[in-house]
């Protein structure tokens, strides 16, 4: 059985999308562990109240880093848990070689851009600030650059006259949770995982 573990930092509603794929039956998988590096996350109380391992990648104060040997801690911590690949939703710290070494080409992340546009934060504002006139959801295989990697899957969204930045973002979540359930099903496949 794929074994995932998911890293977020949020609201967990990329989560929640997985575990609902997984509970209709359209993703056959089951999520080990759930980590989070912001204490106060809506998704580590999402994991409990579905009674999933859920745990605090303790930054220690940094507050962007993710140091190498808190990496090295994550990447332990998912091995337990015997995690074979691993999906991050909504975190937001840049994944680097000590954890990168330890899932080689086996972490996941969705992004809410077409990249390679508007990478880094906030991808939806960016897209409305920028006056695009599109924008959609990129799944790609996760390496050491900031939303860089291999492009798994991406779907397309016009950006509608006078939208607010909020506006776009519920409407990118929507395709988010249709779209990564099924790009973690497509990709593990193609690993055999
Ligand atoms: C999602 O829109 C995800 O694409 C974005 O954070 C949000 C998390 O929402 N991720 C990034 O911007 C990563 N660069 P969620 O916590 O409700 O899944």
């Given amino acids: 059985m794929l074994t995932l573990g998911i890293l977020g930092s949020g609201s967990g509603s990329n989560m929640q999308a997985i575990l609902d794929a997984i509970t209709v ?6 999520i080990a562990i759930v980590l989070s590096d912001n204490p106060k996350a ?3 109380k999402r994991a409990a109240s579905h009674g999933i391992p859920h ?3 303790d930054c220690e104060g940094h507050k962007n880093k993710f140091p190498d040997y808190v990496q090295i801690e994550t990447a332990e911590k998912l091995k337990q848990a015997g995690v074979d690949l691993v999906c991050l939703a909504g975190f937001m710290r840049l994944v680097k070689a000590p954890l ?8 996941l992340n969705i992004h ?20 695009a006139k599109e924008t959609g ?3 790609h295989v996760v390496d050491s650059g900031m939303d860089t990697g291999l ?3 991406q779907e397309k969204l016009d950006i509608l006259p006078a939208e607010t930045a909020d506006a776009l973002h519920k409407r990118i979540q929507v395709i988010e949770h ?5 790009a973690i099903s497509q990709y593990a496949h193609s690993l055999n995982l």
Avoid: C, H, N
Avoid at 25 to 30: I, M, S, V
Avoid at 100 to 107: E, M, Q, R, T, V
């Fill in 25 to 30: 039956g359209t993703l056959q998988a089951k």
């Fill in 112 to 131: 809410p851009s077409l990249l390679p546009a508007f990478p880094g934060v906030a991808a939806w504002a960016q897209a409305v600030e920028a006056k």
């Fill in 100 to 107: 990168l070494d330890a899932f080689p080409s086996k972490i």
């Fill in 137 to 139: 959801v990129t799944v």
């Fill in 178 to 182: 249709r779209i990564y359930p099924m």
């Fill in 42 to 44: 809506l998704i580590l």
């Fill in 151 to 153: 492009v798994i899957l």
């Fill in 55 to 57: 745990a605090v990648i």
